[in-house]
């Protein structure tokens, strides 16, 4: 089988010449197109050279539409307004779309939703194996334990993230929600200010750090009485996080179109 040719969004930043690394690293898989914003300077340049490769004969384009024509799949980490722009693109083109975008709103996953009915669709708070694993561990935890432990999840990320609480912090709170039969929205406190009384029972909290080169750091605390149990990730290269989205996108090469997650991708709900 030929290998499967891989569109790269936002190529020009960080996570983007990660992913143009491990994917001209990978067999099976090519880059076939990278895309830039608008009015990057970086467009024109070659992507491999970005990625610190040397060149790969791809240069960033923003012209989105020929970037997808023969395309298999599309790698996104990018913003929420450009993932639906690129689902849409994906749905048309009946091509693989695996997202690893966070802090999408409710109608942005309605619209994701809709785009997987034609494409096949991989979204995931965290694309690297560990994390997903971490979950799985987290929901066993929360099923046995029980909200008498009380649940806290602690997140740290660099000074450039925008979004909060992390997508990660809030898979690993829909962990502890799965595990303990709940609602995650239901439950969970994002935030703590002033004189907030006691510490409702059942609650899943939330915490957020921000500062420094920090890749990301999720602990999570559950607490009872008399001992606590702490269940903690840390990533230490974004290179896991591409590698995970290189490894869904061969998983979802040829399969149905649908919504999947890495769940799916690492057989974790067999």
């Not at 990018?78 to 994906?90: D, I, R, V």
Request: hydrophobic residues 45%; proline residues 3%.
């Amino acid at each position: 089988m030929s290998d499967m040719k891989l569109v790269v969004v936002g190529a020009g930043g960080r996570m983007g010449r990660t992913l143009v690394r491990i994917v001209s690293e990978t067999a099976g898989v090519t880059v076939h197109a990278a895309i830039e914003r608008e009015g990057s300077p970086l467009v024109g340049e070659d992507a491999g050279a970005l990625a610190g490769i040397g060149d790969i004969g791809v240069p960033l384009t923003t012209d989105t539409l020929a970037a997808v024509v023969g395309a298999e799949g599309i790698l996104d980490f990018t913003t929420p307004a450009a993932t639906l722009e690129f689902a849409e693109l994906a749905a048309q083109a009946r091509i693989a779309h695996i997202i690893g975008t966070t802090g999408c709103s409710a109608e942005d996953e309605a619209k994701i939703d809709a785009a997987a009915r034609h494409a096949t669709v991989v979204k995931s708070g965290n694309m690297s194996v560990g994390v997903n694993l971490l979950a799985l561990l987290v929901e066993r935890a929360a099923r046995v334990l029980g909200p008498e432990f009380d649940a806290e999840i602690l997140e740290m990320h660099h000074r450039h993230k925008v979004d909060a609480p992390s997508g990660t912090a809030l898979l690993l709170g829909e962990a502890v929600a799965r595990g303990r039969d709940i609602k995650l929205d239901d439950y969970a406190v994002r935030s703590r200010d002033g004189y907030t009384g006691p510490r409702p029972q059942g609650a899943i909290g939330f915490a957020t750090l921000r500062g420094g080169s920090v890749v990301g750091e999720h602990t999570v605390y559950l607490a009872g009485a008399g001992e606590r149990l702490e269940l903690r990730h840390v990533a230490e290269d974004r290179a896991q996080f591409a590698k995970g989205a290189v490894r869904a996108a061969l998983w979802a090469r040829g399969r149905k179109p649908g919504r999947y997650d890495m769940a799916d991708v690492l057989g974790l709900k067999d």
